[in-house]
């Protein structure tokens, strides 16, 4: 069983807005941290955001346009991306550990469990 599954994503031009949505295989706990990541090609995976029960983080770069939020009951992790631009043009993937955060901000080695990704496009 995939243990995470995003959708959401597409083409869209700058200054646009897209819904990122991530769907568990499993009950997602207060206590959970789940987070969103972004790859672009020749680059390394880097944090966007993420949340457990203490907090929301968000990477500096996307502070002020993107939204992390969860509805456990639906066990669905969620991307709010607005005023996209050029350069968020990346694959997207979410994430998580059954722990809370434990860093600000974690880094991809943190997490245990990741979905496939979905493609978000951003052309000016």
């Known amino acids: 069983q995939v243990p995470l599954v995003e959708s959401g994503g597409g083409s869209v031009q700058a200054g646009g807005s897209l819904n990122l949505s991530c769907v568990a295989s499993?009950?997602?706990?207060?206590?959970?941290?789940i987070g969103w990541f972004r790859q672009a090609p020749g680059k390394q995976r880097e944090a966007v955001a993420a949340i457990d029960y203490r907090s929301i983080r968000y990477a500096d770069f996307v502070k002020d346009r993107f939204t992390i939020s969860k509805d456990n009951a639906k066990v669905t992790l969620y991307l709010q991306m607005n005023s996209l631009k050029v350069e968020d043009t990346a694959r997207y993937y979410c994430?998580?550990?059954?722990?809370?955060?434990?860093?600000?901000?974690?880094?991809?080695?943190?997490?245990?469990?990741w979905g496939q990704g979905t493609q978000v496009t951003v052309s000016s």
């Open positions: 499993k009950y997602i706990y207060d206590n959970h941290c």
């Open positions: 994430a998580r550990r059954d722990t809370p955060c434990r860093e600000k901000l974690p880094a991809a080695g943190f997490y245990l469990y």
